[in-house]
């Protein structure tokens, strides 16, 4: 399919009054019907990614549980995570995924055997079910250990984490047209990358919202 050979999408209901709710679009039908056409065409690896809410979660597992027996994609709970401009739909809405992990353990869903390269998310399967289970959960103990991620900003700012502070400038070397200097900046720099995130300490860094860097 056009060489796209893997997708990430949203959708943080199943529910379409509630994906209107949510997103303030009334598209989840639409969404779902490309999800089909792009199954059907080629099969790209499809990543489906849902945030956990308080308001929401509790009813929609089982929906979620529902469409993945028959489409395969890999649905992923994010569990949501405070930023600088969020502290109160935080406290309110924050669930951790470590009980939805638990429920599917008790329900026959194995762990995925990841590469190290794989990321920080926990990935599962069912013998049932044609779709897999992934579990983001950064406050999880060592969610950080396997780590690969840099972001750079719209800027031209290295952001070593998420919520690390305000980025480390590679304008200069971005504009050159040589590479060279660009890698070594970047490789010099990565010797300041945290073992990991201080979330727990609420410090969410420069970050005051995911959409700075793109999540
Ligand atoms: S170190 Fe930062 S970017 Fe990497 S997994 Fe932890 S929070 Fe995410």
Same mark, same amino acid.
């Given at each position: 399919m056009l060489g796209i050979d893997a997708i990430n999408i949203s959708i943080d209901s199943l529910d379409p009054r509630q994906f209107h709710a949510i997103t303030g679009h009334n598209k989840l039908d639409t969404i779902l019907k490309g999800i089909d056409m792009a199954l059907a065409d080629g099969r790209p690896s499809i990543k489906v990614n849902t945030v956990l809410m308080k308001e929401y979660s509790g009813r929609n597992i089982q929906s979620y549980l529902d469409w993945l027996k028959d489409t395969p994609v890999t649905l992923r709970f994010i569990e949501l995570m405070q930023t600088g401009d969020n502290q109160d739909f935080f406290d309110a809405q924050h669930v951790q995924g470590s009980r939805i992990k638990q429920n599917l353990i008790l329900d026959g869903w194995l762990p995925v055997i990841q590469e190290k390269t794989a990321g920080p998310a926990q990935e599962f399967y069912h013998p049932d079910y044609q779709g897999r289970i992934g579990l983001i959960m950064p406050?999880? =103990?060592?969610?950080?250990?396997t780590c690969n991620r840099l972001r750079v900003s719209s800027s031209g700012k290295l952001h070593l984490c998420l919520f690390g502070e305000n980025g480390l400038s590679l304008r200069e070397q971005l504009q050159s047209d040589n590479i060279i200097p660009l890698q070594t900046k970047i490789l010099s720099l990565l010797g300041d990358k945290k073992a990991a995130h201080f979330l727990h300490d609420k410090l969410t860094g420069?970050? =005051?919202?995911?959409a700075m860097l793109g999540g």
């Amino acid at each position: 399919m056009l060489g796209i050979d893997a997708i990430n999408i949203s959708i943080d209901s199943l529910d379409p009054r509630q994906f209107h709710a949510i997103t303030g679009h009334n598209k989840l039908d639409t969404i779902l019907k490309g999800i089909d056409m792009a199954l059907a065409d080629g099969r790209p690896s499809i990543k489906v990614n849902t945030v956990l809410m308080k308001e929401y979660s509790g009813r929609n597992i089982q929906s979620y549980l529902d469409w993945l027996k028959d489409t395969p994609v890999t649905l992923r709970f994010i569990e949501l995570m405070q930023t600088g401009d969020n502290q109160d739909f935080f406290d309110a809405q924050h669930v951790q995924g470590s009980r939805i992990k638990q429920n599917l353990i008790l329900d026959g869903w194995l762990p995925v055997i990841q590469e190290k390269t794989a990321g920080p998310a926990q990935e599962f399967y069912h013998p049932d079910y044609q779709g897999r289970i992934g579990l983001i959960m950064p406050y999880s =103990k060592d969610f950080c250990n396997t780590c690969n991620r840099l972001r750079v900003s719209s800027s031209g700012k290295l952001h070593l984490c998420l919520f690390g502070e305000n980025g480390l400038s590679l304008r200069e070397q971005l504009q050159s047209d040589n590479i060279i200097p660009l890698q070594t900046k970047i490789l010099s720099l990565l010797g300041d990358k945290k073992a990991a995130h201080f979330l727990h300490d609420k410090l969410t860094g420069g970050t =005051k919202h995911l959409a700075m860097l793109g999540g």
